[in-house]
């Protein structure tokens, strides 16, 4: 992950005191997950501020999103200042071509991190428009919002390509250390989420193959894996394998209604 939440905030502080209009493009980029063409399309009839909504064009449709009270503020302030009319691009003129205008933030991008590496030692690498994107969805998922969260928001086709913007492998090792079953946890979670039945407070799988299993508990309120029946033999092969390696084989598992982990099979009850 290019940037963690607080050294974030520092960025976008300095950039709200330095520069507003791109402070305000690079928040809506941020807050609402979308690609800078799409905050470069938003015209001023785009903007409900009576029922407090907020729609972006993409190719595939309108989508639309709650405006948030700070986001709101700041673009009826900008909107005023700027003397727009109903029809005006609030970002751009009509005139200027859509990858001089993301070429030109993504510059300023470049120079306002640069300054910050060489003033206050920043230490961050180089950023565009585009990592802003990727950064919402990272620290949601940090922060501990579950992927169906961040699908919805980014609007993506399925779960996988929201899954791939985000760098979700990375994440979970981040986020969960490796010498922990919290990422198994963490994986058998979301598998369950993105079918499409409704679940429980608790799901219970079968764990084995014919001749021998067990049975478990994943508890989604404690966040705990309870063993509910032993077959001495089966445990000791779960045991033995190291959770990141039972987290990795989980991971790259098709969903279904099983999954063979190390050799044995899980099955939903």
């Given at each position: 992950m290019k940037l963690i939440k607080t050294k974030f905030n520092e960025l976008l502080y300095y950039i709200h005191e330095d520069n507003y209009k791109n402070y305000l493009m690079l928040k809506i980029i941020y807050t609402y997950g979308r690609n800078a063409s799409e905050i470069f399309n938003l015209k001023n009839t785009d903007i409900d501020t009576i029922k407090d909504t907020i729609?972006?064009?993409?190719?595939?449709?309108?989508?639309?999103?709650?405006?948030?009270?700070?986001?709101?503020?700041?673009?009826?302030?900008?909107?005023?200042?700027?003397?727009?009319?109903?029809?005006?691009?609030?970002?751009?003129?009509?005139?200027?071509?859509?990858?001089?205008?993301?070429?030109?933030?993504?510059?300023?991008?470049?120079?306002?991190?640069?300054?910050?590496?060489?003033?206050?030692?920043?230490?961050?690498?180089?950023?565009?428009?585009?990592?802003?994107?990727?950064?919402?969805?990272?620290?949601?998922?940090?922060?501990?919002?579950?992927?169906?969260?961040?699908?919805?928001?980014?609007?993506?086709?399925?779960?996988?390509?929201?899954k791939k913007n985000i760098n979700y492998n990375e994440l979970v090792e981040l986020k969960f250390p490796c010498n922990t079953l919290d990422k198994v946890f963490q994986e058998f979670t979301d598998f369950n989420l993105y079918t499409d039945e409704r679940f429980d407070d608790t799901d219970i799988f079968t764990v084995g193959d014919e001749t021998e299993s067990i049975i478990i508990e994943l508890d989604y309120n404690e966040q705990t894996i309870n063993l509910i029946s032993d077959e001495n033999e089966l445990t000791s092969k779960i045991e033995e394998v190291p959770p990141a390696e039972l987290c990795r084989m989980l991971r790259h598992m098709d969903t279904g209604n099983f999954r063979f982990i190390n050799g044995l099979r899980f099955i939903k009850n």
């Open positions: 729609t972006f064009h993409i190719n595939t449709g309108d989508i639309t999103y709650p405006l948030i009270p700070q986001i709101k503020d700041g673009l009826i302030g900008y909107i005023y200042d700027q003397e727009l009319k109903q029809d005006d691009y609030i970002f751009r003129r009509p005139d200027e071509a859509m990858e001089i205008v993301i070429k030109k933030l993504n510059y300023y991008l470049d120079r306002t991190v640069d300054t910050l590496n060489k003033t206050i030692e920043f230490n961050c690498e180089k950023l565009t428009t585009k990592d802003f994107k990727i950064l919402r969805g990272q620290h949601l998922f940090l922060d501990g919002a579950k992927l169906h969260v961040i699908h919805d928001l980014y609007r993506n086709s399925n779960i996988q390509s929201t």
